[in-house]
């Protein structure tokens, strides 16, 4: 039975001894890459934002990877590294199509990195979703949308497509169209509009002086408060209805349905005492 088995070349020109003390270094390469992440996750974590030491801690885990695998290859194996990198070039073409999307992710996590668009924790809108953003990685990013879903998106879709991002210091616009009855008292519908916008305390320029001065940490306050004022259009006039157009402004996103949802329950109200009747 002995005779049947080379344990000197059991895998063609590499020995039984050989392949195992590759598949050793291997277990250890994993374990010495994972273990630096770490540390250096732990070093930097306090000290810098999570895009840049989730990037370097990853850079450094793949470079012993790669340093690694090199020499494991090449002493251990007698794999001919330089050679089998060069015969590479002949399908180059096909890997690089093969591998496009994943580079192109790669790329645009890199690009994100440096540009940084946006950070972990902001709250941004792509493709109509509010979300919090949870994680930033080099291929993909980590989304958790306001009914709790996780949602992963490839970076390169921050590259090609729009993204809103509320929390770099702009206020956000609520849009409403109203319609009341031809026959309604437009101007006294338009004095209640005004009315409730002025006294919601989430709604600008109009909120209190301690919620005031957060706003003013938060966010570039223009110098001249009166362009964050409601402000009323009338659209359109039939001889059914007339149409108004509502502006205001806010500054929590998160709180914008809860806002506006506030505003209809109480203009319901107050057309009723008035007889002002929906269009």
């Excluded at 840049?52 to 007698?78: C, D, E, H, P, W």
């Excluded at 002025?198 to 306050?221: A, C, G, T, W, Y």
């Amino acid at each position: 039975m002995a005779a049947l088995i080379d344990t000197d070349k059991l895998l063609g020109e590499v020995s039984l001894q050989n392949f195992l003390l590759f598949i050793f270094v291997v277990i250890v390469l994993v374990i010495v890459g994972n273990i630096l992440k770490i540390i250096i996750t732990r070093l930097l974590k306090n000290k810098t934002k999570p895009i840049f030491y989730k990037t370097v801690s990853r850079i450094v885990m793949y470079f012993i990877y790669f340093i690694g695998f090199y020499f494991a290859f090449q002493k251990i194996l007698n794999f001919n590294v330089p050679a089998f990198l060069a015969a590479l070039g002949i399908l180059g073409i096909t890997l690089l199509l093969t591998m496009l999307p994943v580079l192109q992710n790669f790329f645009a996590g890199v690009v994100l990195s440096l540009e940084r668009p946006f950070r972990e924790g902001d709250i941004v809108e792509i493709d109509g979703n509010v979300c919090l953003v949870k994680d930033i990685m080099l291929r993909k990013t980590v989304l958790r949308s306001l009914d709790g879903k996780l949602i992963t998106v490839s970076n390169i879709k921050f590259m090609t497509g729009e993204i809103i991002n509320y929390s770099k210091g702009e206020f956000i616009r609520a849009e409403l169209s109203i319609d009341i009855k031809n026959d309604s008292n437009y101007q006294k519908a338009i004095d209640i509009i005004n009315k409730i916008l002025h006294e919601d305390s989430n709604i600008l320029p109009h909120v209190p002086k301690k919620e005031l001065n957060l706003i003013q940490k938060l966010f570039v306050m223009p110098k001249n408060l009166a362009v964050l004022e409601p402000k009323i259009f009338i659209r359109k006039v039939d001889k059914d209805k007339i149409s108004l157009q509502v502006w205001f402004w806010i500054w929590d996103i998160l709180r914008k349905e809860a806002i506006v949802s506030n505003f209809y329950e109480t203009l319901m109200q107050e057309f009723k005492n008035n007889k002002i009747y929906f269009g």
